[in-house]
């Protein structure tokens, strides 16, 4: 399996664009989790799907913040319009929900600069 | 509402050292506590997961404790090695919030 993939690896955008984000979890995973990673806040979950239903939204900043998992194999994380201070790694995760057995598989990461 | 707090925020030890990487966590209602090992640029890698119910585990020469009452974990590196530089995460699955938690991270450099 290749893991959990993200793309892109790298986006570097103007204040105001719309910024998509796009995750692959791990087949057969049911729970997809996205965390945003600052220097300042470190990582701090944005919103889980299980069964790609959401779960919890209750991290997601503002109503900027959308995200979207029409099918168990992709989910996107869109911010519409872009501010510098969304800035950061955010990171795709995926597990085989197992309760308290709960292992996340994490992608390598997307890099946004909002300018 | 859960924190984990992770304890130095970075350290540098000579390599063959032993060393104690340290997480507390204010809530010891929890499903388990994880360690993550984070390399720059790269996403995290699971080390270690101790169920609430157990008091460690071991990988290689790594070793996890768990003292839930106390809110206390511990990650004991034996032998460091400088391919053990990167930043380690503690992170718990909280029953309240039903998602992982994680501290700040320990950014680790192991001297040659």
């Known amino acids: 399996d290749a893991g959990v993939i993200q793309s892109p690896r790298h986006e570097v955008t103007e204040m105001g664009q719309e910024v998509t984000l796009r995750c692959k979890p791990i087949?057969?995973?049911?729970?997809l989790f996205w965390y945003r990673q600052t220097m300042m806040r470190g990582l701090e979950l944005l919103i889980y799907?299980?069964?790609?239903?959401?779960?919890?939204d209750s991290g997601m900043p503002e109503d900027r913040f959308s995200a979207k998992m029409p099918n168990a194999s992709f989910s996107t994380l869109k911010i519409q319009p872009s501010e510098p201070r969304d800035s950061a790694v955010y990171f795709c995760?995926?597990?085989?929900?197992?309760?308290?057995?709960?292992?996340?598989?994490f992608g390598a990461g997307s890099r946004l600069t909002v300018l | 509402k859960q924190e984990v707090t992770q304890i130095p925020a970075a350290l540098s030890v000579p390599e063959g050292e032993n060393l104690v990487l340290n997480c507390s966590f204010t809530?010891?209602?929890?499903?388990?506590l994880q360690w993550f090992r984070q390399d720059p640029g790269k996403g995290l890698t699971s080390l270690l997961l101790?169920?609430?119910?157990?008091r460690e585990q071991t990988s290689g020469r790594l070793n996890a404790s768990l003292d839930k009452s106390s809110g206390r974990s511990t990650l004991y590196i034996a032998a460091s090695q400088p391919g053990d530089s990167a930043t380690y995460l503690c992170a718990v699955l909280s029953r309240s919030q039903g998602n992982l938690i994680f501290g700040k991270g320990t950014k680790l450099s192991v001297k040659p």
């Open positions: 799907f299980n069964n790609n239903v959401p779960i919890d």
């Open positions: 995760a995926s597990s085989l929900n197992q309760g308290a057995a709960n292992v996340l598989t």
């Open positions: 101790i169920q609430s119910s157990q």
């Open positions: 087949s057969g995973h049911n729970s």
């Open positions: 809530d010891s209602a929890i499903y388990n």
